[in-house]
């Protein structure tokens, strides 16, 4: 935008005066509001002794000091715009008052001098309190802006932007949980608002089911993460809705261990199911090491298939590839202090999700763990490009994920002969069985379980040897681990 | 830890936290002359800044509304 000639005479300088008048006057509108906090900080104080209170008191003084910054750029907005206003009244002056073009140019000069220092003042205001994140930033180059921001720019970029902040990996684990946490609350006020107006609708009936859904899963959410030790690292609820949740702190923990569930897992009141799979491991590594810290994360940042015919394609996993691949990469730009251990954990057509991602971007895992895997996207743990020591795989013998054959001949044949001669199909929907020696992984002891689909949801139950493997595994205590008894 | 509590007292100071925050959250400023480069960056500061008011008016109501339910929690374990 060029000032001229004609916009100069135009140029509406009672306008930019009343601006300068309005930020004068919000600012001292703030000092009223600053008052107001200290008074109510004040009876507070007074009337209220205890934990609870003291909790008040912060929260009351932390709002207070967010205002405060707020103000002084205020003021300043105030100052700058009567001070533009001014200079373009002087300009527009000359501009009439000009006898030659060279006066003329000169009014116009100094209106376009004005116009660009404002414009330069205020964008320097903006990022201020509000500072960008650079674009496309990966998860270190995130870790270094955060840093350089001060206390109240995090406060506020928390507070104004939660559903932005709380994804961004590279974010230390305590703010994007202070950021989700203020998401989930926003979106259960949303989503129950939006659930009344459903409710009148009688051809909403799928998206109220939706809602209803997700608000399940949110309160299952908010219920869990009442337990000291948890924090949430990702929210979205969006579509099937997708959550990430940690038990115990990440960044200070020696050993993290990473779950990224399969089929059917979404943001709903199911949710608790997967968070108690989560916990089992946290408790099996910490007790495989009980010198060292744990931290289990619930990785539930993808569109999990609804149903078998989705999970027959692969592309629910190709689609979750880039956000494992960086959560990954910015669990390891947060981490305090030594790394003992970091692994990742894929279950079902998680293992996929797992394998996918390690094939094409790779994946920050010292060792990788597939349950009752329908294939993990390769022929070899060669082809993951990591060394084969470090992939493990356990498939309990009777597990469904068996007969996930990649043709009709092939079921048949483990249907008529149960258990394929004893042995784990070697050939699934998505590649090799993991759980097959002819992989080149480790295969580890699961309990078999004459149930099928129990077979494939028992590996975190108490007893299982599968989950005291994956406790060894995250532990690196990898001697320990057993593997399957002969077969008779 | 010590504790004592006027809870009468603390629904004043919760509907004050109320009306702080709504005020906090309704900024009221004048548009500025268009065709400026001026006006588009305040325009671009006066948006980061009113959502930054918002979320801190927001979150003085939810604080409001935390102290009214310790409160509303002391008086029914009073009764009970």
């Avoid at chain 1, 270190?140 to 970029?157: F, G, M, N, P, Y």
């Avoid at chain 1, 709380?166 to 949980?177: E, I, Q, S, T």
């Avoid at chain 2, 009113?50 to 409001?64: C, K, N, P």
Wanted: hydrophobic fraction near 45%; include cysteine.
């Amino acid at each position: 935008m060029i000032i001229g000639y004609a916009q100069l005479c135009a140029a509406d300088v009672a306008t930019w005066h009343a601006g300068a008048t309005a930020w004068r006057r919000l600012a001292q509108q703030l000092d009223e509001r600053l008052e107001e906090f200290d008074a109510t900080a004040a009876g507070l104080r007074q009337d209220w002794r205890g934990t609870a209170a003291d909790a008040a008191s912060v929260a009351v003084a932390d709002l207070r000091g967010l205002t405060a910054a707020c103000r002084t750029p205020i003021e300043q907005t105030g100052r700058l715009l009567a001070e533009h206003a001014d200079r373009v009244s002087a300009a527009r002056q000359a501009l009439l008052a000009a006898r030659t073009p060279e006066q003329a140019a000169m009014a116009v000069a100094a209106a376009r001098q004005s116009d660009e220092r404002t414009a330069t003042a205020l964008t320097q205001l903006t990022a201020s309190l509000s500072p960008p994140c650079p674009p496309n930033a990966g998860p270190v180059a995130v870790r270094e802006w955060w840093r350089s921001l001060s206390k109240t720019q995090r406060d506020l970029l928390i507070l104004s932007s939660p559903e932005r902040i709380g994804r961004l990996d590279g974010v230390p684990a305590a703010d994007r949980d202070r950021a989700n946490r203020e998401l989930l609350r926003h979106e259960q006020d949303r989503l129950t608002t939006l659930l009344d107006s459903l409710r009148a609708d009688p051809n909403a009936d799928r998206e109220r089911d939706r809602v209803e859904r997700t608000l399940a899963g949110l309160a299952t959410l908010a219920d869990r993460l009442a337990r000291p030790g948890t924090y949430l690292l990702g929210l979205d609820t969006a579509g099937d809705g997708r959550a990430i949740v940690a038990l115990g702190d990440p960044d200070h923990s020696a050993n993290v261990l990473t779950y990224v569930p399969g089929m059917a897992v979404r943001l709903d009141g199911h949710l608790g199911t997967s968070l108690d799979r989560t916990a089992a491991m946290a408790e099996a590594t910490a007790a495989a090491d009980p010198a060292k810290s744990t931290a289990a994360v619930l990785w539930l940042g993808y569109d999990a298939p609804d149903n078998v015919l989705q999970a027959a394609s692969a592309s629910a996993a190709h689609d979750a590839r880039a956000a494992l691949h960086e959560f990954q990469d910015g669990l390891a730009a947060t981490h305090e202090g030594e790394f003992g251990e970091q692994s990742v954990v894929g279950h079902s057509y998680g293992a996929l999700v797992v394998g996918e991602t390690v094939r094409d971007l790779g994946l920050r895992a010292d060792d990788l763990v597939f349950l009752g895997a329908p294939g993990v996207g390769v022929e070899h743990a060669a082809d993951l490009h990591v060394d084969p020591k470090t992939v493990w795989a356990a498939s309990a013998d009777n597990d469904i994920v068996g007969l996930s054959a990649p043709s009709v001949r092939q079921v048949l044949k483990e249907l008529v002969w149960p258990r394929y001669m004893g042995d784990p199909m070697p050939d699934l929907w998505h590649g090799h069985n993991p759980a097959d020696a002819g992989f080149g992984g480790h295969v580890f002891e699961a309990a078999d379980n004459p149930n099928p689909i129990s077979a494939h949801l028992a590996y975190w139950d108490r007893g299982n040897p599968a989950l005291t493997n994956v406790g060894r595994i995250a532990a690196g205590q990898d001697t320990s681990v057993s593997a399957p008894p002969p077969k008779s | 830890m010590e504790f004592e509590v006027h809870i009468g007292r603390l629904g004043q100071w919760s509907d004050r936290l109320d009306d702080t925050g709504t005020a906090l959250a309704q900024p009221k400023l004048v548009a500025a002359p268009a065709g400026w480069a001026a006006a588009a960056a305040l325009s671009t500061w006066e948006t980061a800044l009113v959502g930054l008011l918002r979320a801190i008016g927001e979150q003085t109501v939810h604080t409001g509304d935390s102290v009214r339910a310790c409160a509303a929690g002391y008086r029914s374990a009073d009764r009970s």
